[in-house]
């Protein structure tokens, strides 16, 4: 029996594939409705900039100062010297932190936002004094990363002072200045806060020679800076133990004493 002819196996392959489908409208778009398109993008565009940096909607009125403690909120405003009057969009928020960190070293950070339509916010935050350095008749405090960053006239309530009582120039070789400075601050932050409340002076003969002078007379042989949580936890045991005592040693804190009564 013969076969389906040509034109049978087109007609079947016509059935087989459906209806032709009509030819998609409106693609490629039309070249005015191209140009439509372009220019209402240029033109937002351009409103967008002007809104941004040549109206009068969104430019800096007034600036917002939070965190200071010390410092007033009037002394962080004039150091940050913020453009007021420019547009909001164009403020350089990286020079203002720049500008307060080099005019105020009291800043240890500081967040410059924008608080649209028209404030820049200064969220600062300022260094604590961990001990402070007698200098003449003021004291310049210094903070727990070993920085000196404001002389006050006053020292502040409950800060201990540091005092750096090194003898020999090979000890300061191996050991600068700077170095025990750091070395202090790490013990003045592992003193157990009762014993901090009451703590007056640090005393620094080497670095391996730290000492404590407390209120009352009494005294805390405290050695280097090395294991200091262990010595705070061995102090609070040994003051408990014995109440009485004028002085502790816990340079050695597997091995703790004390004397005197």
Do not use: C, N
């Amino acid at each position: 029996m013969a076969g389906p002819t040509t034109a049978e196996r087109g007609e079947r392959q016509k059935l087989e594939s459906g209806p032709p489908r009509p030819p998609r409208r409106g693609w490629p778009p039309r070249p005015r409705t191209l140009i439509v398109v372009l220019v209402a993008v240029v033109l937002l565009g351009a409103g967008a900039t002007w809104l941004l940096y040549g109206s009068k909607w969104l430019r800096v009125e007034h600036v917002s100062v939070s965190g200071a403690r010390v410092l007033t909120a009037q002394q962080v405003r004039e150091a940050a010297d913020v453009p007021v009057g420019s547009p909001l969009i164009s403020v350089d928020t990286d020079a203002i932190e720049q500008r307060l960190r080099r005019k105020l070293p009291r800043i240890d950070s500081v967040d410059v936002v924008r608080s649209w339509p028209h404030g820049i916010g200064l969220k600062v935050t300022e260094r604590t004094p961990v001990l402070v350095v007698e200098k003449g008749a003021k004291f310049v405090e210094v903070d727990a990363k070993g920085v000196r960053f404001a002389t006050v006239s006053e020292a502040p309530k409950g800060v201990p002072t540091l005092e750096l009582t090194v003898s020999g120039s090979a000890g300061l070789r191996r050991f600068p200045v700077g170095r025990l400075v750091r070395e202090a601050v790490g013990v003045a932050a592992d003193i157990p806060a009762a014993v901090a409340r009451d703590t007056r002076v640090v005393k620094v003969r080497s670095y391996d020679a730290i000492s404590l002078e407390l209120k009352g007379g009494r005294t805390v042989a405290w050695g280097s800076g090395e294991k200091g949580g262990l010595k705070g936890r061995t102090l609070t045991a040994l003051m408990k133990a014995a109440p009485g005592a004028r002085h502790f040693d816990v340079s050695v804190p597997t091995a703790p004493a004390s004397s005197g009564s």
